[in-house]
């Protein structure tokens, strides 16, 4: 089946924003169906972290509109966007260093909850059987992406690609239908970068839509079902990977960039 005979989960229509006089984003459309690894690429300041802050909610987008599963979620607030089924990590990590890895697991599950503090507070039954699902939860998710050794141990004292899968582990808690996942094997080595490619395989196989923003080329070649490309604020080029490293728009940018850059 094609891509286009599929739904789409995410739609993204138009998305543009400008920042005083300059277009940061200007005009993009494109979607993402279910169980799709859809990555957005270009050379430095082409656009994608603003995209992915619109998309996502923290920023307000200048026109255009995001819908998810055909409803509009425009600027809708984080939260609300993680209830109805789309989370995000971001480029630096949000990890809390000083908690144990299952704890910051475990944090996961509360980001949506309107809090019932007072049977917190109070310590009720309804409270201690929520806490223990989500560490059950949490347990699980840590197993997923291959931490469970490393369950009581303090957050910072993991190695980079370590943290990096802690916080996609920490994301799926919501169980989102769309992951985005900005940059998520940026200052990785080889074999960590290897780890989360497998990651976001798995979860891409289990239903999850992905959205990724990654500069490691040879990761988007290897995982991306489709590939859209930003220069300068516009889309330029999209389709799959192999169609779109042969087309000449997207070279032209990527040279273009390499000699401004030397
Ligand atoms: N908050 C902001 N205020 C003003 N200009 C901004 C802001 N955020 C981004 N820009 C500008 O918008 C353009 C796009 O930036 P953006 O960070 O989205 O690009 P990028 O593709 O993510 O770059 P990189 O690959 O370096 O992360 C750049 O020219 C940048 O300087």
Known sequence: ????????????????????????VNDVSFTVRPGEIVSVIG???????????MISGVYLPGMGKVKLMGEEVTAMAPHLLARRG???????????????????????????ERGPVLA?????PSSRRR??????????????????????REAGNLSYGSLKRLEIARALALNPKILLLDEP??????????????????????GVAILLVEHDMKMVMRVSNHI???????????????????????????????????
Do not use: W
């Open 131 to 152: 806490a223990r699902a989500s560490e059950e939860g949490a347990r699980r998710l840590l197993a997923r992406v291959g931490l469970e050794r490393a369950a009581e």
């Open 185 to 206: 094997a940026a200052g990785c080595n080889a074999v960590e970068t290897e780890e989360i490619d497998h990651l976001i395989a798995e979860v891409a196989a289990s």
């Open 43 to 53: 050379p430095n300041g082409a656009g994608k972290t603003t995209l992915f802050n």
């Open 120 to 124: 917190d507070l109070l310590g009720l």
């Open 86 to 112: 789309m989370s995000r990590t971001f480029q630096n990590l949000q990890i809390f260093q000083s908690m144990t890895v299952l704890e910051n697991a475990v944090t996961g599950y509360h980001l949506t």
């Open 228 to 262: 859209v490309v930003l220069d300068h604020g516009e889309k330029i080029a999209e389709g799959d990977p192999a169609t779109v490293s042969r087309n000449p728009a997207v070279i032209a940018a990527y040279l273009g960039a390499e000699n401004a850059d030397g």
């Open 1 to 24: 089946m094609t891509r286009e005979a599929r739904e789409a989960l995410l739609s993204v229509e138009g998305l543009g924003i400008a920042f005083g006089g300059l277009k940061a």
